[in-house]
């Protein structure tokens, strides 16, 4: 199994509602990573976990906050969110990150976000 | 900021031709990576290529890698409709537990039929 699966793919959202991203894969590997993409720029990392530990947090807003029960699942939980937080939300998954950088990463669809 | 920057911005081209794409970085690297992305879809990862190779084929795909000129090339031969997509470089650095991807700006192709 090499896919990395999304939930949901569409999310519509107020600013004061609370919402979560879920984000799934069985490949085993033990980094993920959670980007944001807004139309027609490149994909922005937001967090990266390792061995279910966050090891990055790229100066998220506190709004975003993640999480990651096991080594398979990886969640992102939405609170307060602002219209400009509108964008394409995509999960990615790699083998451990090891001396000799990044492998290749396994995108998820993502899930495009709308905050009113 | 971003590492890579590819060029050009938008490439259309007419089935069966080549497309070349390039892309430069700026700061050492460990690996560099291609990837495709159609609208709104996630990213597929097409190759990547170490900092001590010089060039990689996978298919219809060649990458090569120069590190003096810190720029990449990639280029898709015989292309079709199908490889209509954006497409970005990304660059790895050391690795270990700070290891990330940082892409490039992308690069739009068009294949028409």
């Known amino acids: 199994d090499t896919e990395v699966t999304q939930t949901p793919k569409h999310l519509v959202m107020g600013m004061t509602n609370k919402k979560s991203l879920k984000c799934e894969q069985h490949m085993g590997h033990r980094a993920m990573y959670w980007y944001k993409q807004k139309a027609k720029k490149p994909p922005e990392l937001m967090f990266v976990y390792s061995y279910e530990k966050l090891s990055i947090n790229e100066s998220v807003p506190s709004r975003f906050s993640p999480e990651c029960p096991n080594s398979s699942l990886l969640n992102l939980h939405l609170h307060a969110l602002q219209p400009e937080d509108s964008a394409l939300y995509l999960c990615a998954s790699s083998q451990s990150p090891r001396d000799r950088g990044v492998s290749e990463q396994f995108f998820g669809p993502g899930t495009r976000l709308t905050v009113l | 900021s971003q590492q890579g920057e590819e060029d050009p911005q938008a490439l259309s081209i007419q089935e069966g031709e080549n497309a070349t794409m390039n892309c430069s970085y700026k700061?050492?690297?460990?690996?560099l990576q291609w990837y495709r992305q159609n609208s709104g879809r996630g990213l597929v990862h097409l190759i990547l290529i170490r900092s001590n190779e010089r060039e990689k084929h996978s298919g219809r795909l060649r990458v090569t890698l120069d590190t003096s000129k810190k720029s990449s090339s990639l280029l898709i031969t015989a292309s079709r409709a199908a490889d209509t997509a954006s497409y970005f470089c990304a660059t790895a650095r050391q690795g270990g537990a700070n290891s990330k991807l940082t892409f490039g700006k992308g690069i739009t192709l068009s294949v028409r039929p």
């Open positions: 700061t050492s690297i460990n690996n």
